[in-house]
C-alpha cells in the first residue's frame, strides 16, 4: 500500500524532503553565521546577561589655606548594600550580620523583610574600610560594599562657617564646598567586570574610564590668624555674655580675607545635633546698622568736598539737635560746645557729624558709601550672600541726611564695613574682595583721593590714641587707627528699635606706617558690663591685630627710641608660612 501511494505521488515525498533539507541548511548556515561569520551578535549577548560597568569613585578636590594646610580631604570610606531577594536565602546569618552591624537584630529582619523583593537597599554608608572588610567577611550571600569617599575637615568648627560640608552623596551643600562644587567634584570612571547570574563578581576584565579627581582649590584664609580669630571672639562672647559675633581680617592691598570667624559656630565632621543657627556665616549673611563707624565714610566725604578741613570747627553744644519731630544726641557728653573733625571722631558726636552732613548734603554721603561697596555685591558668589541696603533719596531732608552720616537706616554686612575701610587703609584704592588665595597684584579702583585718605588716617589714628579716644583699641608696639560703633538692633516684627538690644562694633586698620591689614569685629547683644563698641569690641581688635602683625612678621613703627635703635630687623618668613 505504501508502496503504491508512494508511486502514485512522487512529487509529494520529493517536496517534503526538499523542505527539510532547506531547514537543515538553513539551520547549518545560521550555526556558521553565528560562529564564524557574526560572532560578535552571540559576544554581545552573553556580554548583556554577565558584563557589568561599576563604577570608580573620585575624590573632591582638596582645600587647604593660603600655606597649603588642608582644610577639606576626602578619605575612602565603605558603603555596604544588599540585594534582598538573594538575601531571603540565608535568614539565619541575619543575626550575625545585624551585631557586625551595630544594629538591632528585629529591626534589621523587619526591614529586610519588608522589602524581600528589591535587589538594592543600603544596609550601612561611611564605614571605615576595616569596619566593610570585618563585615563582608561574614560572607553572607547578597551583602556586597561600595568603596566612596567621605569629606573630612581638620580644622573643624573654626572654618566651618567659611569652607562648609557636603552631604552623605559627597555633594556640596554649605560655603566654599557648595560656592566651587562643579571645581572641587572629580568624575567617576568605569570599571568592566564580568558577573554571574546571581551578581557575584567572576572576573575583573579592564578599566574602561579613568576616574578624574576633583581640582585642588586654595583659600586666601590663613589658618593661624583662623585660629587666633576664632578664640579671641569665643573668649569675647563668653566674657560679655553675647549671643552670636563676627570677626573678619583682610588684606588691604591685594583683597584677600584672611579669616573670617563667627560665634556660635558647629563641627562639619560630627553634625547629629547641628542647629540652624549655628550653620549662619554671619559675617555675609546678618545685615546691621553700621553705627558710628560710618562717621569715617561720612567724613571722608566731607573732606573729599574740599568745604571741610580737619582743623575746621563745629558747634555741638548742648549735646542734641532737633530737626522736626526727631532730636538728635550725643551719647556721651563731649569734650566742649566745639569740635573739629578729628574731635567729632574721637568723641562720635552725632551732633557734629549731622552739622557736617547738612553742608554737603546727603548725597555725598551716599555716593562715597556706594563707591566703597556698602550696599553693594561683593562679588564673591557665597552662598546666602546679602547686599544689605544702601537707601537713595530724591529729596535729601535733614532725618534722612543725619541718620546716613551716623550710620543709622542703612544696612551693610561685616564683609562689606572691612571691605570700606579697606579703601581708607589703602590710601583710597580698593581691590575686589577674593576667598581664594592670589599670586598677582589685583586691578585696584581709587575711590577716594590719596590725600584724603592719608588724612582720615591720621585722623582715626587720633581716635584711638588720643587722651579721650578708644584706649582700649590701643596695639602695644604699633600704631593703628579704627572707629567704634554702636548700633541699636530693629525689634522684629514691629517697627522701631528693641529695648536694651544692641552691637558693638569696631572697624580699624594698621600698622599707620603701611597700612596692611584691615578688621572689623561684630558682637551681637552683650549683657554683661556694658554695650559700647569701645568697650566690647575694641579689646578684640586690640588682640586680633597684635596676633596678627606678629604673625605677619610686620616690623613695629611704634616703639620707644631706645627700643627702636635697639630693635633686631625681622626676617620674613617662609612661603610655607614660617614653619621651615
Known amino acids: 500500500m505504501m508502496k503504491l501511494e508512494g508511486a502514485l505521488f512522487p512529487w509529494r515525498f520529493r517536496v517534503v524532503l526538499g523542505l527539510l533539507g532547506i531547514m537543515v541548511a538553513a539551520i547549518a548556515w545560521r550555526i556558521i553565521d553565528l560562529q564564524v561569520v557574526d560572532r560578535a551578535f552571540l559576544k554581545g549577548q552573553g ?40 538575601m531571603q536565602t540565608a535568614k539565619e546569618k541575619w543575626p550575625a550580620l545585624a551585631a557586625a552591624l551595630g544594629q538591632d537584630p528585629k529591626a534589621l529582619a523587619e526591614r529586610l523583610e519588608a522589602q524581600a523583593n528589591k535587589e538594592f537597599i543600603y544596609l550601612v554608608r561611611g564605614l571605615t574600610p576595616e569596619q566593610g572588610q570585618a563585615v563582608l567577611d561574614l560572607k553572607v550571600p547578597g551583602v556586597y560594599g561600595i568603596e566612596e569617599f567621605r569629606r573630612f575637615y581638620p580644622a573643624g568648627e573654626v572654618t566651618a562657617h567659611m569652607v562648609g560640608f557636603t552631604d552623605i552623596d559627597d555633594h556640596g551643600k554649605e560655603g566654599i564646598e557648595l560656592a566651587y562644587d562643579e571645581w572641587l567634584a572629580g568624575v567617576p570612571g568605569k570599571r568592566q567586570v564580568i558577573k554571574d547570574r546571581r551578581g557575584r563578581l567572576i572576573k575583573d576584565v579592564q578599566v574602561t574610564k579613568n576616574a578624574k579627581a576633583g581640582k585642588p582649590l586654595a583659600l586666601s584664609i590663613d589658618l593661624r590668624l583662623q585660629y587666633l580669630a576664632n578664640r579671641e571672639l569665643r573668649n569675647a562672647i563668653i566674657e560679655n555674655g553675647a549671643k552670636a559675633g563676627s570677626l573678619v581680617i583682610m588684606d588691604v592691598k591685594t583683597g584677600e580675607i584672611l579669616a573670617m570667624v563667627n560665634q556660635p559656630t558647629y563641627n562639619p565632621n560630627n553634625r547629629r545635633n547641628l542647629q540652624p543657627a549655628m550653620m549662619r556665616n554671619r559675617a555675609m549673611i546678618d545685615v546691621f546698622e553700621p553705627g558710628s563707624t560710618m562717621k569715617a565714610i561720612s567724613m571722608s566725604a566731607a573732606i573729599e568736598t574740599g568745604r571741610w578741613k580737619p582743623s575746621d570747627t ?43 552732613a547738612f553742608d554737603i548734603g546727603g548725597e555725598t554721603i551716599f555716593r562715597l558709601a556706594q563707591k566703597v561697596g556698602l550696599g553693594q555685591d561683593t562679588g564673591l558668589g557665597f552662598p546666602g550672600e546679602r547686599v544689605g541696603n544702601l537707601p537713595n533719596y530724591r529729596e535729601w531732608r535733614k532725618a534722612e541726611t543725619a541718620t546716613l552720616s551716623y550710620g543709622y537706616g542703612v544696612s551693610v554686612t561685616a564683609i562689606q564695613l572691612v571691605h570700606a575701610f579697606s579703601a581708607l587703609a ?39 590714641e588720643a587722651p579721650r579716644g578708644v584706649f582700649r583699641a590701643q596695639v602695644p608696639a604699633y600704631h593703628v587707627g579704627g572707629k567704634s560703633g554702636t548700633a541699636r538692633k530693629t525689634s522684629v516684627g514691629t517697627k522701631g528699635y528693641a529695648v536694651n538690644s544692641y552691637r558693638s562694633l569696631f572697624a580699624g586698620f594698621g600698622p599707620m606706617s603701611d597700612p596692611r591689614y584691615a578688621i572689623v569685629v561684630v558682637i551681637d547683644e552683650p549683657t554683661k558690663a556694658g554695650y559700647f563698641g569701645g568697650l566690647v569690641s575694641a579689646p578684640v581688635f586690640s588682640r586680633v591685630m597684635s596676633g596678627t602683625l606678629r604673625l605677619m612678621n610686620i616690623t613695629p613703627d611704634n616703639l620707644p627710641p631706645t627700643q627702636q635703635a635697639n630693635a633686631t630687623p625681622v626676617v620674613p618668613l617662609k612661603a610655607n608660612g614660617g614653619r621651615g
Open 47 to 86: 556580554d548583556a546577561r554577565s558584563v557589568r560597568h561599576i563604577p570608580i569613585p573620585a575624590h573632591r578636590g582638596l582645600i587647604t589655606d593660603r600655606n597649603g594646610e588642608p582644610l577639606a580631604v576626602s578619605t575612602p570610606v565603605t558603603t555596604l548594600w544588599a540585594n534582598a531577594k538573594e
Open 314 to 356: 563745629v558747634e555741638v553744644y548742648p549735646g542734641s539737635l532737633q530737626i522736626g519731630k526727631y532730636t538728635i544726641k550725643d551719647v556721651s557728653k563731649t569734650e566742649g560746645p566745639v569740635l573739629d573733625l578729628t574731635g567729632i571722631l574721637i568723641n562720635s558726636s552725632n551732633v557734629g557729624m549731622s552739622k557736617v
Open 426 to 464: 589703602n590710601n583710597g584704592r580698593l581691590a575686589p574682595l577674593t576667598l581664594i588665595k592670589t599670586d598677582k597684584a589685583p586691578q585696584t579702583t581709587q575711590v577716594l583721593p590719596e590725600a584724603v585718605a592719608k588724612t582720615m588716617q591720621g585722623m582715626l589714628q587720633q581716635v584711638i
